[in-house]
C-alpha cells in the first residue's frame, strides 16, 4: 500500500495479543516501507500452553513464524517486559497530529533510500540489546531521518539520551514518544554499541549488541541475555571526544 507522503506513519507495530491480565507487545519499526499485523489471541497464557499460543498465532498469519521463546516459563516472565505507557496513564504523553492533504499522483512504488540518498540513517538499522527502550530507538530514529529529509544534514541522533537522559520514559523499563522531549530539550548525537571508542558521536548506546532470536547467535554476536539488563545512569555528559 502507497500513501502520500504526508500520511506516512513512522513507527510499524507487530502486536500479539494475549488475554492476561497485561498485553505483551513486541514493537519494531521500519522506514517508510509500512506493513501492519495484528493478531487477537484468547487463552491463558502458561507453560503448558506456551506451544499451543504459537500454533494459533502461525495459523492466522504467514508473514512471520511465531517461536516458543526460551526466556519466558510462564505469564509472570512475560509482565517484566510489559512497560509502555499506554492512553490513561499519567506518564502518557503523545504529540500532536496534523493530517495534511495533497493533490498528487502516488507513485507505483517509492524508496526513501533511492529519494533521499545522502540520508543513510534512513536505511541505518539499529540494536536496543536486551533493554525494554524500543521506544527511544524509535523516537530518535524517526526524528534523524526527519531532519535529514528537511535540511539534509545525516546526523545520528543519541538513543542512549532519549532512553536514558529524557523524561519520556523509564529507561529498558519502557516509555512513550519522545518527540515532544526533544523538541524541547533536544537531542546529542550517538551511534551503535560498536562506535563506541571511534570518537564519530558524542553518546553511543553503550548496552552490548545481541542475537534476539533463537539461533541466529555467532561468536561476535552472542545471544541476548535472558533478563533485560538494568538501565545505565544519564552521563549528562558526551562519552566520546567527538
Known sequence: MHLPL????????????????????VCAHSWFDMKFVSASIVGVVSASKLQALVDEVNSKQNSWTAA??????????????LGAYLPGDPE???PPVRYVDYNVTVPDSFDATEQWPQCTVLSWVRDQSACGCCWAFASASTFE???????????????????????????????????????????????????????????????????????HATKS??????????????????????
Open 221 to 242: 554476536y552472542p545471544e541476548c541475555p535472558e533478563q533485560n539488563y538494568p538501565s545505565p545512569l544519564c552521563a549528562r555528559k558526551c562519552t566520546e571526544s567527538s
Open 6 to 25: 504526508s500520511r506516512f506513519f513512522i513507527v510499524t507495530r507487530v502486536e500479539i495479543l494475549a488475554r492476561t491480565s497485561e498485553c505483551l507487545t
Open 92 to 94: 502518557y504523553n503523545s
Open 145 to 215: 531521518g526527519r531532519a535529514c529529509i528537511a535540511g539534509g544534514d545525516d546526523i545520528r541522533c543519541s538513543a542512549e539520551d532519549v532512553c536514558f537522559c529524557s523524561s519520556a520514559g523509564n529507561g529498558c523499563g519502557g516509555g512513550n514518544s519522545a518527540w515532544s522531549w526533544m523538541s524541547s530539550s533536544g537531542v546529542v548525537t550517538g551511534g551503535d554499541y560498536k562506535d563506541t571508542g571511534s570518537d564519530r558521536w558524542c553518546y553511543p548506546f553503550s548496552l552490548p549488541t545481541c542475537a534476539h532470536h533463537m539461533g
Open 68 to 81: 516458543v521463546p526460551s526466556k519466558f516459563s510462564d505469564e509472570d516472565d512475560v509482565k517484566n517486559y
